[in-house]
Nanobody, 125 residues
């Protein structure tokens, strides 16, 4: 069992940066692939990116490459999403999710069986 709690969301101006954190509890965190998804109002949930258990490999949606970076600290049971050059269209609720697979590389939300409650990110001037 893995419990996930996101934090770090808020209001930021266009062009700004935010770092989201996802704190995990549960003994298997270090063996999970972790991912970030987001959902904007009126839109379907969208894959942002993922990171394998060791942190040595990441996988991003094409539209997120170059601006978003995922990292993890297994000693702290935490995964991070660094977001730079934010745009109004990045406004969404951001969720972290855990896969039972250590090496997963998929954007399919059904792969992830544990989800956090989400944190709101609003990009606006």
């Amino acid at each position: 069992q893995v419990q996930l709690v996101e934090s770090g969301g808020g209001l930021v101006q266009p062009g700004g940066s935010l770092r989201l954190s996802c704190a995990a509890s549960g003994q298997t965190f270090s063996r999970n692939t972790m991912a970030w998804f987001r959902q904007a109002p009126g839109k379907e949930r969208e894959f942002v990116g993922s990171i394998i258990w060791s942190g040595s490999s990441t996988y991003y949606a094409d539209s997120m490459k170059g601006r978003f970076t995922i990292s993890r600290d297994n000693a702290k049971n935490t995964v991070y999403l660094q977001m730079n050059s934010l745009r109004p269209e990045d406004t969404a609720v951001y969720y972290c999710a855990a896969s039972p697979r250590p090496y997963s590389r998929t954007a399919d939300s059904s792969e992830y069986n544990y989800w956090g409650q989400g944190t709101q990110v609003t990009v606006s001037s």
